[in-house]
């Protein structure tokens, strides 16, 4: 049996969402036992104890958006998943796509280190439109312009690469987490 503890900011919600997802595990695997016990208002606690699948595959799974322990210590820049994101995985037109590589950012992460549409507007080639869409797609990834104070680049933990190809493989992969997210 694996436990991972969660910090919840409202417990009627986090009840609706380890309902959910409790439900999409059984689905998936009918031989796992789950149990979602609540410490306080602020934290917790979810078991998985499977007879197919390792616990570790089911969290992954599951709940994308939680980062794995260890990896958590090796990049404490990480603020949120979505930073790992490559812009050539997001689901934008080829004419954002060559503004933003042009200009150097490679993940989420450097974006939403931007702090905004002036900001934007000052990458070549950059106008109302591109920033209307990359807008759009931050929204959709649950972030906004300035959500990672720490500035292109200096966020990067040092195996970025390995982190982003293990979370977001592939483009399929990035959009069934826009999807899980909305």
């Known amino acids: 049996m694996k436990t991972l503890a969660f910090s919840i900011f409202n417990k009627e919600a986090a009840e609706e969402y380890f309902n959910e997802i409790k439900a999409k595990i059984l689905a998936f695997d009918e031989t796992a036992q789950i149990t ?3 410490n ?4 917790a606690e979810v078991s998985i104890d499977s007879k197919v699948y390792q616990q570790d595959y089911l969290f992954d799974k599951f709940f994308p958006a939680r980062l794995a322990e260890k990896d958590k210590e090796l990049m404490p820049s990480v603020s949120n998943i979505a930073f790992l994101i490559r812009v050539r995985d997001l689901p934008i037109s080829i004419r954002l796509f060559h503004i933003l590589n042009v200009a150097g950012y490679e993940y989420v992460g450097d974006i939403a280190s ?14 109302k439109v591109s920033f209307t869409e990359l ?6 990834l649950n972030l906004k312009f300035g959500d990672n104070p ?6 990067l933990p040092k195996n970025v690469a390995e982190l982003s190809e293990k979370y977001f493989p592939t483009p399929v992969s990035v ?6 997210l909305s």
Do not use: C, H
């Open 36 to 38: 979602v016990e609540f």
């Open 40 to 43: 306080n208002q602020n934290a």
């Open 114 to 127: 931007l702090s905004g549409e002036k900001e934007f507007r000052k990458l070549r080639n950059a106008g």
């Open 135 to 140: 807008n759009t797609v931050l929204k959709m």
């Open 150 to 155: 720490l500035g292109p680049y200096k966020w």
């Open 175 to 180: 959009q069934k987490y826009i999807d899980e």
